[in-house]
């Protein structure tokens, strides 16, 4: 688990890409905002990997957060690295379609949101970013129960509800659930996808339905980072819940 971090909106915003690599792999699970190569370089470097060592990119989803400093990960790597994602989020990251997300209610709420003393230049480079999002190729499309032969296997789970073709994964050797923002971490307590940022909350949950049939021992969220205790308890109890 990578810990990427840096001010957003005036506050520190803290978000986990995750790094699975052996001898002859280094796969990397979602790319962080734009702009943030510096930090993906001192954090994988602490784990003995160069950005020019990734080989595969898995993308979890569509959101800006996830996808943003893939194309100058692509750029820095001569387009080596082989780009992975769900067909129903490809459309999305190679910019045929808009983002979901981007609505222009969405658009007129950020800016609303902007403290009054960020400079006009860094407030119109912050907007022309969510109008104008980073794009990729996605070079592999993988569906809901692929194993990847990498690493000891990675399960591709399809977990619809934040996105539409959200997924998450499950690392087979290490038992541990790769959840994206199917799950996150809030306050040492495993929860749900925040509903302000979720598409369609019925599906989400149903999602964690299918999560808490894995034996999992760790959970990896994006947003609020690693979970250990009882996984498989505290997936049931939110289902219940």
Request: charged share 15%; glycine share 8%; with cysteine.
């Given at each position: 688990?990578?810990?990427?971090?840096?001010?957003?909106?005036?506050?520190?915003?803290?978000?986990?890409?995750?790094?699975?690599?052996?001898?002859?792999?280094?796969?990397?699970?979602?790319?962080?905002?734009?702009?943030?190569?510096?930090?993906?370089?001192?954090?994988?470097?602490?784990?003995?990997?160069?950005?020019?060592?990734?080989?595969?990119?898995?993308?979890?989803?569509?959101?800006?957060?996830?996808?943003?400093?893939?194309?100058?990960?692509l750029q820095l790597t001569d387009n080596r690295?082989?780009?992975?994602?769900?067909?129903?989020?490809?459309?999305?990251?190679?910019?045929?379609?808009?983002?979901?997300?981007?609505?222009?209610?969405?658009?007129?709420?950020?800016?609303?949101?902007?403290?009054?003393?960020?400079?006009?230049?860094?407030?119109?480079?912050?907007?022309?970013?969510?109008?104008?999002?980073?794009?990729?190729?996605?070079?592999?499309?993988?569906?809901?129960?692929?194993?990847?032969?990498?690493?000891?296997?990675?399960?591709?789970?399809?977990?619809?509800?934040?996105?539409?073709?959200?997924?998450?994964?499950?690392?087979?050797p290490s038992k541990t659930l790769i959840a994206?923002?199917?799950?996150?971490?809030?306050?040492?307590?495993?929860?749900?996808?925040?509903?302000?940022?979720?598409?369609?909350?019925?599906?989400?949950?149903?999602?964690?339905?299918?999560?808490?049939?894995?034996?999992?021992?760790?959970?990896?969220?994006?947003?609020?980072?690693?979970?250990?205790?009882?996984?498989?308890?505290?997936?049931?109890?939110?289902?219940?819940?």
């Amino acid at each position: 688990m990578l810990d990427i971090s840096a001010m957003m909106m005036g506050n520190v915003d803290t978000i986990h890409p995750t790094l699975i690599h052996d001898d002859h792999h280094a796969i990397l699970v979602d790319s962080g905002y734009p702009g943030q190569i510096p930090l993906f370089t001192q954090a994988l470097e602490s784990h003995g990997i160069r950005i020019q060592d990734l080989t595969h990119v898995i993308l979890s989803h569509q959101d800006i957060d996830h996808i943003g400093s893939l194309p100058a990960m692509l750029q820095l790597t001569d387009n080596r690295i082989e780009v992975l994602a769900s067909e129903g989020e490809k459309p999305f990251i190679e910019g045929d379609q808009m983002i979901l997300k981007i609505t222009p209610e969405a658009l007129a709420a950020a800016e609303a949101m902007l403290p009054a003393n960020v400079p006009e230049e860094w407030k119109q480079a912050f907007l022309s970013t969510l109008k104008n999002p980073p794009q990729s190729p996605v070079n592999r499309v993988i569906h809901d129960g692929d194993v990847l032969p990498m690493c000891g296997g990675i399960e591709i789970i399809a977990t619809p509800g934040h996105t539409p073709g959200h997924i998450s994964l499950y690392h087979i050797p290490s038992k541990t659930l790769i959840a994206a923002d199917a799950l996150r971490v809030v306050d040492g307590r495993l929860c749900g996808p925040d509903p302000e940022q979720t598409l369609n909350m019925t599906q989400a949950m149903d999602s964690i339905a299918k999560l808490a049939g894995y034996n999992a021992e760790s959970v990896i969220c994006y947003h609020g980072g690693l979970y250990r205790d009882n996984v498989p308890q505290a997936l049931q109890n939110l289902v219940r819940s």
